[in-house]
């Protein structure tokens, strides 16, 4: 069957932020664009208001802002990331003009100051099989790391199908 949508208004909120991963702390910089669908012509949402909410990983709401969208349709903003919190998938969701919802990974993580390289694999593994491979550590001031463990983990995981609107 062919839906007519030509008659129906759908409301969008396209969420962008400046990176996909933060550390906890950091500040997370977005921008908000609302458009609608109607009879066949797409268009911005000029001068309503919109709430925007951050939400942790355990999907609790952990701050909120409230705009009011320009000419354009859109509004930009920012949001401080809560220390002591768990990691993980961190939500930007949109309330009022149109409901919609950006993900951003926040992890504990900090930049490298060596670097690993391994010689090359000659056998086949199994999952949960554990290995042991020899490589070098060396800083990158070029200095080698003498006497130094290294561990990996390798983790799998399930992927997690997110629903996507679409005029």
Do not use: C
């Not at 942790?56 to 349709?73: C, M, P, Y």
């Not at 930049?111 to 949960?128: A, H, N, S, W």
């Amino acid at each position: 069957y062919e839906r007519n949508t030509s008659s129906v208004e759908n409301k969008k909120a396209q969420i962008f932020t400046d990176r996909a991963i933060y550390r906890p702390g950091q500040t997370v910089y977005f921008k908000v664009i609302n458009t609608q669908y109607l009879e066949g012509k797409e268009s911005v949402v000029a001068r309503k208001k919109q709430k925007i909410k951050l939400k942790d990983a355990n999907e609790q709401e952990v701050a909120s802002l409230e705009f009011v969208t320009n000419e354009f349709g859109s509004y930009h903003g920012s949001f401080v990331l809560p220390k002591g919190k768990m990691n993980g998938e961190f939500i930007l969701q949109t309330d009022g003009i149109a409901s919609d919802y950006h993900y951003i990974q926040v992890e504990e993580y900090k930049r490298p100051k060596f670097e690993v390289t391994f010689e090359p694999i000659k056998e086949e593994y199994k999952y949960g099989q554990t290995i042991e491979l020899k490589g070098k550590a060396m800083m990158f001031s070029g200095v080698a790391l003498s006497n130094t463990k290294v561990s990996y983990e390798i983790k799998k995981y399930n992927i997690r199908w997110r629903y996507f609107s679409w005029f």
